[in-house]
């Protein structure tokens, strides 16, 4: 039976925790992590516990979040951590960045969703800045929620222009986990069990060989098939910040040219700024055809995601039909506005160039440790403030991430294994954060090595 009373008064209490702007008692909170506990386990997925073992043992379970500032998170009994994690790439601005909060607090006064009929203006506004802003002549633009809707919809136009219906894409690539996005992601963790997903083929070939790609085409042209694009991340992300040889993305994009084949750039981690540059693919002065952009694009406090393209490839979306791909929530007025703002932040600041010199900064440091360190770490990968610390195994991992959990900072390895520890703090941190990571990093390295 529904039990409509308990679900009242249980949504009633925490409407009242969420109204309370003091920090719950130390008994209250205590209540909220056995709370947040149980809810996981009965609820939600009771794994997730399990799973995240370097966060939840190392203190007792109590690492239940409740607020967050710059890159600062504190958990429900007051203790801070050093979120050098990142939410995995959407925490560029750090944590309630106070500009995007408040104009996202403006709007949700005025109005935080469209009509779906009338011109809801922030759509424009957001459209209008990020064709300013991307490379080349990219110029129109469709929202959604999340990164992987947005590799959707890129899909879709790819395969609207062209008429064609396969993909190339990257092994170890990740899109997302949607059935289309799922398709052309490159880890048998995730797609193995779905068996054949998108109708049209999907070809893998390794990240970084551009004559792998070229090859690819090639045998696709001679068997007739036809390929609608290739699809890479500019360095690979989930992955463990891998990036490309530098001869790759300048390679594709003419072998792509040639072969009269469009080309992707997935900037759903990369873009905006986090790998030294405000686009991932300005490392190689490579434009795509279509580019897709979320996480960090609502600013850390909103959900968007964007497909940016050319006018030319995005007739298909417009005509005959405007709502051939629509969502009705992506892209409203919230979310936009917390787009708009977390542009401006960007740009005001000039965060890319806060990301290459404070990763440089901080690479070098780490690659210290790899040759003091030689039978803990393999290497350090990545560019800007997107790098990838790599273990000689996965216990070893783990035991760094729980290490320095235990010591007040969060990382966490990719989403199933800890061999490979991805290092992404907010663009704004801190020099003195940046020394702190690095102090408790030195201390957790000399206690397992000490074991
Ligand atoms: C490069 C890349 N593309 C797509 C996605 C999927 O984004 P979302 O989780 O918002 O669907 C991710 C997420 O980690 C990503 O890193």
């Known amino acids: 039976m529904i039990d409509y009373e308990d679900a009242l008064d249980y949504s009633s209490r925490w409407m009242d925790l969420i109204h309370k702007t003091d920090f719950p008692t130390q008994e209250l909170a205590h209540q909220i992590i056995d709370e947040s506990k149980n809810n996981f386990a009965e609820h939600y997925n009771r794994n997730w516990l399990e799973y995240r073992k370097s966060v939840t043992e190392s203190g007792d379970w109590a690492s239940v979040e409740w607020t967050g500032s710059g890159a600062v998170i504190k958990d429900v009994l ?4 050093l979120d050098f994690l990142g939410g995995f790439g959407m925490m560029d ?8 909060v408040e104009t ?3 709007q949700l006064n005025r109005s935080p969703m469209p009509s779906q009929e009338l011109l809801d203006p ?15 002549d990219l110029k129109y633009s469709w929202f959604g929620a999340s990164g992987t809707e947005a590799n959707e919809a890129a899909m879709k136009i790819a395969k609207l222009y062209t008429g064609k219906t396969a993909f190339i894409v990257g092994v170890r690539a990740f899109h997302g986990k949607t059935m289309g996005s799922l398709s052309l ?27 792998a790609v070229e090859k690819q085409l090639e045998i696709c042209d001679k068997v007739g098939v036809g390929v609608a694009a290739v699809m890479f991340e500019p360095i690979q992300g989930e992955s463990g910040a891998i990036v490309p040889p530098d001869d790759f993305w300048p390679r594709i994009r003419e072998a792509t040219k040639k072969h009269k084949v469009l080309l992707i750039a997935d900037e759903v981690q990369t873009g905006l700024g986090r790998t030294g540059k405000l686009w991932g693919v300005e490392h190689w002065n490579v434009v795509p055809d279509i580019l897709t952009v979320a996480k960090s694009l609502g600013g850390g406090v909103m959900p968007i995601s964007a497909v940016t393209t050319t006018e030319e490839i995005y007739q298909p979306m417009m005509y005959p039909n405007p709502f051939m791909h629509t969502t009705t929530t992506g892209g409203g007025a919230l979310a936009c506005s917390a787009a708009i703002s977390a542009i401006h932040v960007t740009l005001r600041e000039r965060l890319w160039e806060q990301a290459a010199q404070k990763g440089e900064y901080l690479i070098t440091q780490l690659e210290k440790f790899v040759v003091q360190y030689p039978h803990i770490f393999e290497r350090i990968t990545g560019k800007g ?15 760094v991430a729980a290490g320095l959990f235990k010591r007040g900072v969060l990382v966490a390895g990719t989403l199933t294994s800890a061999q490979t520890i991805r290092v992404e703090p907010p663009l704004i941190v801190t020099q003195t954060q940046i020394d702190n990571f ?5 201390d957790t390295l000399q206690d397992i090595a000490k074991h």
Do not use: C
Not at 122 to 136: D, F, M, N, Q, W
Not at 206 to 211: E, M, R
Not at 438 to 442: F, G, S, T, V, Y
């Open 78 to 81: 007051g203790r801070e951590f």
């Open 185 to 211: 992601m490159g880890k048998s963790d995730y797609r193995a069990q779905m068996g054949a997903m998108y109708g049209g083929q999907v070809y893998h070939v390794p990240f970084g060989d551009a004559d």
């Open 385 to 399: 403030l997107l790098i990838g610390m790599h273990f000689k195994n996965p216990e070893i991992g783990y035991k």
């Open 93 to 100: 601005l750090g944590w309630s960045h106070p500009t995007v």
């Open 122 to 136: 922030l759509r424009g506004v957001l459209a209008k800045l990020l064709a300013s802003i991307t490379p080349g």
């Open 438 to 442: 690095i102090d408790r990093l030195q």
């Open 104 to 106: 996202v607090k403006a």
